[in-house]
């Protein structure tokens, strides 16, 4: 179903993809396409993804950990922290109107 919808393109922002996939813990930059692919159905191109992970770095919501085989990981900084936990209720309301005006919820 996700490729029949797949012309509507993204509906969230790489951002708040990277702040939640290193919610979990610190990932390099091909784990982070594999792990948000997996929770989203988004498929970030590495492009957008590094250019997304440049800005969050200079903003200090992520940091570079120290490289390991080649691959450089990155962590959510608390300042990321606080700025995904600010956005997520946001995200829960236009979410569950969403779904309660196409009746998809029982409230």
């Known amino acids: 179903m996700r490729r029949r919808y797949s012309e509507l393109g993204r509906f969230s922002d790489p951002s708040l993809l990277i702040l939640s996939s290193l919610a979990s813990g610190p990932k390099h930059g091909y784990a ?33 950990l120290e490289a390991k085989d080649r691959r450089r ?18 995200l829960q309301r236009v979410a569950a109107t969403g779904l309660k005006r196409l009746g998809m919820t029982s409230s």
């Open 32 to 64: 982070m396409i594999q792990d948000i692919e997996a929770f989203s159905g988004t498929r970030l191109e590495p492009g957008t993804l590094y250019g997304a992970m440049a800005r969050l770095e200079l903003r200090g919501w992520i940091a570079p």
């Open 73 to 90: 990981p990155y962590e959510l900084t608390a300042a990321g922290g606080q700025a995904l936990r600010a956005q997520l209720p946001t």
